[in-house]
């Protein structure tokens, strides 16, 4: 059974230029999460979707940042005129449905996103 | 807002000798689970070890052992025997039981493993 699936796993954009993260979850997985790791920091939570809906976006930046979990296919993080302050790392995890309450979340080997 | 501290930015232990992690948090909610990550340079995020609030025994496995203090909202690691794979940063995490399904993240400990 394979793991949380990102790519790509580096990825190098001119400012003003758009970002497109993937993320397919582990198989029988239907919710998805985003976090962003700034270079020394902890991992902060940006959004989690289940398919085809945006569940939290509590932490998304309110321009510039979308994401999506379509009924087929991985989930997209889109990031539209990078900016340098853009660059980190973007970790994608999923979990099972939630029948209880162990809905622990497993996570992909990130995408390291570089705004030059 | 659920805040998650961690006051040890890096630590080091001799290999085959045991180092404690801390870890604090801060919340209103008397459910919850709490969690150690693991990254090593490779930067996979890797689940070392959880804890339910509800349980009063400490989570173990293998190695790695906790020192869940739910009055002091306290949450260690004890990592034992410590072997040079033990190298990497930890990340301690909190999640809600109910309502929000995200994690809380500290800003890590990088551990050192000296041969």
């Known amino acids: 059974n394979a793991g949380v699936m990102q790519n790509p796993r580096h990825l190098v954009r001119r400012r003003g230029q758009e970002a497109r993260l993937r993320c397919s979850p582990m198989k029988g997985h239907s919710h998805v999460y985003w976090y962003r790791q700034l270079p020394e920091e902890g991992l902060k939570f940006m959004v989690y979707l289940q398919k085809e809906n945006i569940i939290d976006e509590s932490g998304m930046p309110k321009e510039r940042f979308s994401a999506e979990f379509p009924k087929e296919g991985p989930s997209i993080l889109r990031i539209q005129q990078v900016v340098r302050g853009d660059s980190a790392a973007y970790f994608c995890a999923s979990s099972p449905p939630s029948f209880g309450t162990h809905n622990e979340q497993f996570f992909g080997p990130g995408t390291r996103l570089t705004v030059l | ?115």
């Open chain 2, 1 to 115: 807002a659920q805040t998650v501290t961690q006051s040890q930015p890096e630590m080091s232990v001799q290999e085959a000798e045991t180092v404690t992690l801390s870890c604090t948090y801060d919340t209103s909610e008397s459910d919850y689970y709490l969690f150690w990550y693991k990254q090593p340079p490779s930067r996979q995020m890797i689940l070392v070890i959880r804890q339910e609030a509800y349980k009063q025994q400490n989570a173990t496995e293998n190695r790695f052992s906790v020192n869940f203090q739910k009055a002091a909202k306290s949450f260690s690691l004890k990592i034992s025997d410590s072997q040079l794979g033990d190298a990497a940063m930890y990340f301690c995490a909190y999640r809600d039981q109910t309502g929000a399904n995200n994690l809380f993240f500290g800003t890590g400990t990088r551990l050192t493993v000296i041969p």
